[in-house]
C-alpha cells in the first residue's frame, strides 16, 4: 500500500526557516522523480518543486532561490527546506510522485504570519 506521510510544518514569523519531511511506503522510492505540493485555502494544489532520479531539481518560480528539495534513498525521505518564508508560503505541503500522484497524505500546515 502506497503512503506518504508528511512531517515538520508549524506556525512561522515572515523570514524564518522551515524543514519539511516526507517518509514513503509501499514503492520503490529510489527509482521515482519525487515531488512537494502545496495547496492554500481556496486555491488548487500546485507542484512546488521536484526532485528527479538523477538529483537534478525544478521549482516553481516563486520559491526559487528560497526553497531546496533533497533526498535520502536509503531512508525513504524526501525533504524540502524552506527559507526566506513569506505569509504567501502559507499552505498545507504534500508530497507524491509527480508522474503518478495519488494516494495523498494528511499533509503538514505551514502557517507563516507575524
Known amino acids: 500500500q502506497v503512503q506518504f506521510v508528511e512531517s515538520g510544518g508549524g506556525l512561522v514569523q515572515p523570514g524564518d526557516s522551515l524543514r519539511v519531511s516526507c517518509t514513503v511506503s509501499?514503492?520503490?522510492?529510489?527509482?521515482?522523480?519525487m515531488g512537494w505540493y502545496r495547496q492554500a485555502p481556496g486555491k488548487q494544489r500546485e507542484l512546488v518543486a521536484q526532485?528527479?532520479?538523477?538529483?537534478?531539481?525544478d521549482y516553481l518560480d516563486s520559491v526559487k532561490g528560497r526553497f531546496t528539495i533533497s533526498r535520502d534513498n536509503a531512508q525513504n525521505t524526501v525533504y524540502l527546506q524552506m527559507n526566506s518564508l513569506k505569509p504567501e508560503d502559507t499552505a498545507v505541503y504534500y508530497c507524491?510522485?509527480?508522474?503518478?500522484?495519488?494516494?495523498w497524505g494528511q499533509g503538514t500546515q505551514v502557517i507563516v504570519s507575524s
Open positions: 526532485i528527479f532520479t538523477s538529483g537534478s531539481t
Open positions: 507524491n510522485r509527480p508522474s503518478i500522484p495519488r494516494s
Open positions: 509501499g514503492f520503490i522510492f529510489k527509482i521515482y522523480n
